[in-house]
């Protein structure tokens, strides 16, 4: 079934009010989700993507006993509009229900091969501060492995969601909130990861 690419926004705020994330299917049409993934093999194949540092800065480090996967920058949304719109609605929405100031997004596509994971974390320290929503888009089903594990925002060893990746929907949490991992893949894992921050890119910065 082909997705017409609707959130729904009233309950991406009621729910992330309530319980700190929220769930939805087929958030983009179906040819918006087929250009990414393209966009994601073609650097496959271009071997442009690098193994994931835990931490985003001048000091980013890899280390494959917590995270081991490869992830690609993106620094141009003029082919992905939709997704550029959709990120944009979700950050307009969220500034004015909870008094937020969030002015950009940054986003990664990550690339799990087989066998690869990411331990129990959260996406605010002391380098990403600013960053203060988190969504992740699947891009494809993983029908075993890698599933996208959530804890409770109060009890942070209990888990509150265990989720099957599954292509099109899209994950929305509290950076600062909500602890999470991926599980240990059995089979190629890919989405795109996008973090709202509050702060401004200044014209001497890059990716």
């Known amino acids: ?11 991406l705020k009621s729910t992330l009010e309530e319980c700190g994330h929220y769930i939805q299917r087929d958030v983009l049409p179906t040819s918006s989700l087929e250009k990414l993934t393209l966009l994601l093999k073609e650097n496959i194949e271009a071997d442009n993507f690098e193994q994931a540092g835990i931490s985003r800065s001048l000091h980013q480090t890899t280390n494959t006993k917590i995270r081991d996967s490869k992830t690609l920058w993106i620094n141009d949304w003029s082919e992905f509009k939709e997704v550029e719109i959709l990120l944009t609605d979700i950050m307009l929405t969220l500034n004015q229900h909870f008094f937020l100031s969030m002015k950009r997004f940054e986003s990664q596509l990550a690339w799990y091969q087989p066998g690869g994971f990411y331990k129990k974390h959260i996406d605010v320290h002391k380098e990403t501060r600013h960053r203060q ?3 992740i888009l699947f891009l494809n089903d993983c029908d075993q492995g890698g599933e ?3 804890y409770d925002r109060e009890e942070i060893n ?11 929907m899209l994950v929305t949490f509290f950076s600062a909130q909500v602890f999470h991992e991926v599980l240990e893949t059995k089979e190629d894992r890919f989405s795109l990861t996008s973090w709202i921050r509050d702060d401004e890119l200044l014209p001497f910065q890059s990716f």
């Open 158 to 168: 209990k888990i509150e969601k265990v989720i099957t990746p599954e292509a099109g």
């Open 133 to 135: 929503v988190t969504t």
């Open 1 to 11: 079934m082909k997705s017409s690419g609707i959130l729904d926004l009233d309950l």
């Open 148 to 150: 996208l594990v959530l």
